[in-house]
């Protein structure tokens, strides 16, 4: 089984603390009395707006002059709308910040018409967790495994075409041969949750850590309210070692799209900063970042709002985005699209 991205260890946070200190001091010069921004492309109620308010609690207190630090909503897309802003308008100052689109990588590649931002270009601060795509369904479907999916259709939630929520069912059904048909419009993952909670869809495609953090309860008990019947990703996770992955399923055909796809959960919830930021300022706020995801008093505020911390630092995200960008190989992303988009 091959495991996550390394923690970041004790070794690495020390040292993170002693580059910090020899940071100089125009470092601090820049960044007191300022006020930085976290953009992201989605609500507030799903974890891309748990983290990056946890981000903006917490990191200032590490990057020399203690700034300020305020979170931004541009939801649209599934997040594009967002991840274009990024790429295409986002100042590149050392004051602007994102939460990366954790299907962004695929959305650009597939929906390559719609994009104005190159994932490989943005500079990676680090990753707080890493966390596959499940796939969760209503017990009152009455299907409690996957392959019950190929018999019985299913009405699945979505923000936008660039979400998982879209994607991921749209490649099951294309390497599965299952029947979900994805309803695309919610406003954030925390509506879609609400609509699968209601009923009104029976089932929708996030990731892990917003369905534990959200909607603990609906998968305790003898009865469930809820079901996780697949993940996506590169790694079991570790809360659901019984939970069939998508890649040990599929035939060798769709293996190497599945590999593609996995990389998502890589990336995770984490920091990125646009293209062309300076790397003094990146160095200054990569320090910032590993030393934030390694301070206890982050740890226990991550487990209080029932997340979790599996970290990864900025050089390692952006080795696993420009190794899945490059090794997206043409006929696989044309298979991927066909599955998506059709002809």
Not at 113 to 124: G, N
Not at 154 to 170: A, E, N
Request: aromatic share 8%; charged share 20%; hydrophobic share 45%.
């Amino acid at each position: 089984m091959k495991r996550p991205i390394k923690l970041l260890s004790i070794a690495l946070a020390a040292a993170g603390i002693a580059a910090l200190a020899a940071q100089p001091v125009a470092a601090a010069d820049f960044y007191a009395g300022k006020q930085m921004k976290i953009t992201i492309g989605f609500g507030f109620g799903g974890t891309y707006g748990k983290y990056s308010r946890l981000f903006a609690d917490h990191l200032a207190k590490h990057i020399p002059g203690n700034p300020t630090i305020v979170v931004e909503s541009r939801p649209g897309a599934g997040g594009i709308k967002a991840m274009n802003y990024a790429g295409s308008v986002m100042r590149n100052d050392g004051l602007n910040m994102f939460v990366p689109l954790d299907s962004g990588v695929l959305a650009q590649l597939i929906f390559a018409d719609k994009v104005k931002y190159d994932m490989s270009k943005f500079i990676s601060l680090g990753s707080a967790n890493q966390t596959n795509v499940i796939v969760v369904l209503r017990s009152d479907t009455g299907i409690t495994k996957w392959d019950q999916l190929k018999t019985k259709e299913v009405i699945m939630g979505s923000t936008g075409r660039g979400s998982t929520g879209f994607l991921i069912p749209k490649f099951v059904n294309a390497m599965l041969g299952t029947k979900m048909k994805v309803i695309s419009g919610y406003k954030g993952s925390s509506k879609t949750g609400l609509a699968v909670e209601q009923g009104e869809v029976n089932g929708a495609a996030f990731n892990w850590l917003f369905w534990k953090s959200k909607y603990d309860r609906w998968f305790k008990g003898d009865s469930p309210h809820a079901r996780a019947i697949l993940q996506v990703g590169h790694f079991n996770d570790p809360d659901l070692p019984n939970v069939p992955m998508l890649k040990n399923l599929v035939s060798a055909e769709h293996k190497p799209i599945v590999n593609f796809i996995g990389a998502l959960g890589l990336i995770g919830r984490g920091l990125a900063v646009p293209a062309g930021t300076s790397m003094d300022k990146v160095k200054i706020l990569r320090t910032a970042f590993n030393n934030m995801v390694a301070d206890p008093v982050f740890v226990a505020d991550t487990k209080k709002r029932k997340l979790r911390v599996i970290a990864a630092t900025g050089e390692e995200i952006d080795k696993a985005i420009r190794d899945s960008v490059n090794g997206a190989k043409p006929a696989i992303v044309a298979a991927a699209r066909k599955m998506i988009i059709g002809n």
